[in-house]
């Protein structure tokens, strides 16, 4: 009988216990989400006042790394991850390595290597360097073609595309090696249809996610004053500086005017600084270089 009562309390103390841990657990969870409920509110505040983030970019608890084959890739390939800081590097590659074990690479006519994945992910990466949301859920797959390939969209040949539907970019490698190897010329495809997988992304997670209100915002505001700006307006489309392609749309402008950002800064900022000011905004640079 006295076994019987101590093997009662044991139970007792057990279940009291058990019960302890499961409600300090709720209360965590509890402080915790409401934690980070004001953390957003507060940035989004400070966001929409001063067009930046107030908080970190970067904060990775296990950082994971990159050979030293595949860091002299990115090196000679990348000059915007050349130019970085070693801190910044260590972010850069883990950004990288990330991507490319989220992404589904896809060979089409061709075996996918490893230099592929590397460039590819690096131009994601440092479009979105800046901003702390890289994982761009509009991109699930990446399907490579040795160069220009046959559309069943539109029954073309194209050099790349973005399609939202299939959450796939598709990219003629010929062209990708070219954007990087003629770095001044203002064209280089996996920027180009980068940011239109960005652009889709941000505008559906605008209002929940700070760096889509700081890509979107700036967004908007530069097309504002363009269209407040005539004279503005009118420079830009007659100084020939944005490729005709720039004007087919809002999202072929963006793409383009991007794509020269990060192609020809010092001439953009020299040619039209307003704009050159909102664009950096926009992608929140303040990198070497830019």
Known sequence: ????????????????????????????????????????????????????????????????????????????????????????????????????????????QLEVSSEMKLIVSGTLVKLTFGLRDYKIDSVERILIYPEAFYSTTNKAYHKGEFNLGYKALVLSWKDVLHGYQVEDDNLNLAVHEFIHAIHFYYMSVRKRNTSAAIFVDSFYELTQ???????????LISSRYLRDYAFTNQFEFLAVIIETFIETPQEFESQFPEIYKKVKSMLNFNFAGY
Not at 6 to 12: A, E, G, K, W, Y
Not at 42 to 51: A, D, G, P, Q, S
Not at 225 to 230: K, P
């Open 1 to 108: 009988m006295i076994l019987i009562i101590i093997q009662q309390d044991n139970l007792s103390q057990d279940a009291e216990f058990i019960v302890d841990v499961v409600s300090s657990f709720v209360i965590f969870i509890g402080v915790f989400f409401i934690l980070w409920r004001l953390f957003y509110f507060i940035e989004m505040m400070y966001i929409r006042y001063f067009n930046k983030r107030l908080f970190f970019n970067h904060l990775y608890i296990n950082k994971n790394e990159l050979t030293n084959e595949e860091k002299s890739i990115l090196s000679q390939t990348i000059r915007f991850y050349d130019q970085l800081s070693i801190k910044h590097k260590t972010y850069f590659e883990h950004r990288v390595y990330k991507t490319i074990n989220r992404i589904e690479f896809i060979g089409k």
């Open 225 to 235: 004053d363009l269209d407040q700006n005539s004279l503005l307006k009118e420079r």
